[in-house]
């Protein structure tokens, strides 16, 4: 057993090592991704803001200042409210719906894209949860 592990290349290993730790970093900012995805589409729910109402002077200067990405992410939200298609091309559309289904039915305490969303939700100054 000894001799078999000597016969390796070492620098075959460090190669394996390295995509190892790519591969984990890729998976890390995927992860980043959805919890980002996640947030976003809950705030541009729960915003109020960029919500086509137009202010008592006709003008429509209720942009939102959190994300520049809210009005998006709202415009997302009416299409996929109608949305059925399993090949949608829509921006976003499969992508958001997929991660939402999942945060929804989402069992595992200890999940890895959900439970730090969970735990930014719950210690967030904005307490309507009622969505997500
Ligand atoms: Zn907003
Ligand atoms: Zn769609
Ligand atoms: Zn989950």
């Known amino acids: 057993m000894l001799e ?3 016969n390796i290349p070492s620098n075959e290993v460090v190669q394996d090592i390295h995509i190892k730790q790519q591969q984990q970093q890729l998976t890390k900012q995927i992860l980043k991704q959805k919890q980002q995805r ?3 589409l809950r705030h541009s729910y729960c915003c ?3 919500n086509n ?3 008592y002077d006709g003008h429509d200067h209720d942009e939102c200042p959190v994300t520049t ?3 998006t992410m709202k415009l997302l939200w009416y ?3 109608s949305c059925i298609d399993h090949k949608c091309k829509i ?3 499969l992508s958001s719906r997929k991660i939402l289904s999942h945060f929804k039915s989402c069992k595992y ?5 959900c439970r730090p969303v969970r735990h930014m939700i719950a210690h967030s100054d904005d307490n309507d949860s009622s969505i997500l």
């Open 4 to 6: 078999q592990d000597d």
């Open 38 to 40: 996640l947030l976003l």
């Open 48 to 50: 109020r803001f960029n």
């Open 53 to 55: 109402r137009h202010s």
């Open 69 to 71: 990405h809210c009005k």
């Open 79 to 81: 299409h996929m409210s």
């Open 91 to 93: 921006s976003h559309c």
């Open 109 to 113: 305490s200890s999940c890895s894209i």
